[in-house]
Each structure stands twice: as structure tokens, then as C-alpha cells.
């Protein structure tokens, strides 16, 4: 009886590891360095009307006030957290994409903590500006990440 179930288990996991091998046999040097990332990147695409739609470009600016150095979390064109000397300023230009245009692309940043000539640690200041309008501004110390969603 034990001879059965140790040979059953044993074809058992036979059948499974060879039914997961897949379609072709692939050397080992060139599956070499493929990640899963890489071999999903490999898939053809569609070439019909599946192209996203760009809206119009915004030069916006973000902007950490305060004196010293301090961390600052952010996203605008991409998406970041830093140890930066203050006062600090990030600019770039992007664009809503897609699904974005109706609900708005996130632009967002959040000021850390600074001491100021007093002693005193508080939150620094943030500001975002689009196309030269300051569009969303912190007013105080509290630590209130500065947002708004560009459409």
C-alpha cells in the first residue's frame, strides 16, 4: 500500500511539472535574463485604434518653501521621495492621457518637516503652480500635502 501511494504521488508530480513546461523549448541561453516583465513585454500588441489620447501639455512647477533641508514626497511627471535642500522647485511638463482628461491626472506634493531660525519644528510651505497660475498653496505649517488634478 505504501509502495502505491508513493508511486502514485511520484507520477503524479511527474505528469504536473512536465504539463507546466509550456509550448517550446527554449535554451538556456536564451531564456537567460528574460524576468516575467520581459517576456510579458514580448506580446504583440494591437495595431487598431487603441492609440490613448493626449490632451493639451501644462508646464507645471512644484515648490517646497523653507530654510535647511527636508524630505519631499511628490508626484508629477513621475513619482518620488527625497532628501532636498530647501527652498526647492521641480518642474515639468505633462499632459492628461486617456481616462485622465474627465477625472483629472493627480499632481501632488508633501513638504516635510524643516526647522525654523527659532528652534521650532514645523512642516515647510508647498505650492504648485500651472502654467504660471498658482493653482493650490499650503498656507501654514500643518503638513497639508499641496494637490490638484490637471485636466
Not at 42 to 52: F, L, M
Not at 54 to 66: C, D, L, M
Not at 115 to 123: E, F, H, S, Y
Amino acid at each position: 500500500m505504501r509502495k502505491t501511494l508513493t508511486a502514485t504521488a511520484f507520477v503524479l508530480a511527474t505528469a504536473l511539472l512536465t504539463g507546466c513546461g509550456g509550448g517550446e523549448a527554449e535554451s538556456a541561453s536564451e531564456s537567460k535574463g528574460k524576468t516575467p516583465t520581459a517576456q510579458q513585454s514580448e506580446k504583440p500588441k494591437d495595431s487598431g485604434s487603441g492609440a490613448v489620447k493626449q490632451g493639451a501639455p501644462h508646464e507645471v512647477t512644484i515648490e517646497v518653501k523653507g530654510t535647511g533641508t527636508g524630505n519631499v514626497m511628490f508626484t508629477l511627471d513621475d513619482s518620488g521621495f527625497e532628501q532636498v535642500t530647501l527652498p526647492w522647485t521641480k518642474t515639468a511638463t505633462i499632459a492628461a492621457r486617456g481616462a485622465e482628461q474627465q477625472v483629472g491626472r493627480l499632481v501632488i506634493v508633501t513638504p516635510g518637516n524643516m526647522t525654523r531660525p527659532d528652534g521650532k519644528i514645523v512642516a515647510a510651505q508647498c505650492s504648485i503652480t500651472v502654467d504660471g497660475k498658482k493653482v493650490a498653496e499650503s498656507k501654514d505649517d500643518s503638513g497639508k500635502p499641496c494637490s490638484y488634478k490637471l485636466k
